[in-house]
């Protein structure tokens, strides 16, 4: 069984019913924040994202798939400053309000599964952690909005896909060259 962890996570490993998540302090920003200068959003998240930061539609493909992200700067080291510089009013995507958890394909023998596994960051399953769940695996009321979020985020990043495979198959995103203050071109 192979699980890939998304872009910035570490390693994730499945959540089971009896672990015990340390979980962040709420509107805390995951380490990773302080490496990257975007992260991904969500079709659903395009408005409010893009009254605090710009959005991008970034190609690794020569145009044939985009992924939609909230551009926080224009350099390799200008990364999301802190919450508490953000201020308390700034949009925080469902992208990173959801860490530690995800959720994650799963491939067994080279196949894809299609159904997804719900995850977590490796390093938050910790014995003084919080349960997510009572002994007979019912949900503590913890978990649900977690939970809910998961499921609402990994339904609107299909719509996200599909609206980005309308907008390449209609060629209407142009690529645009940025170039660093370094005078190297990045894309």
């Known amino acids: 069984m192979q699980i890939n962890p998304p872009f910035g996570y570490s390693e994730i490993v499945p ?24 992260v991904p959003i969500s079709y659903s998240e395009f408005g409010v ?62 196949v894809e599964q299609a159904d997804r596994l719900i995850c977590v960051e490796k390093t ?3 014995d003084d952690g919080e349960r997510m769940f009572d002994d007979k695996g019912t949900a503590f009321p913890r978990w649900q909005p977690i939970e809910k979020l998961l499921q609402e985020y990994e339904t609107d990043l299909e719509r996200g896909r599909e609206m980005c495979a309308i907008l390449a198959d209609y060629a209407l995103l142009e690529p645009l060259r940025c170039r660093p203050r370094s005078g190297k071109a990045a894309q």
């Open 124 to 126: 938050f399953l910790s």
């Open 15 to 38: 959540l089971r019913k009896d672990q015990k998540v340390r979980l962040p302090a709420p509107g805390a920003l995951p380490e990773f924040c302080r490496r990257v200068n975007a």
């Open 49 to 110: 994202a893009c009254r605090d930061y710009p959005l991008a539609f970034i190609t690794t493909d020569r145009g044939r798939t985009f992924i939609r992200s909230e551009f926080w700067g224009d350099r390799r080291r200008e990364s999301v400053p802190s919450r508490r510089s953000m201020g308390r009013s700034v949009y925080l995507p469902a992208y990173l309000r959801r860490y530690p958890f995800c959720m994650a394909r799963v491939t067994l023998d080279s």
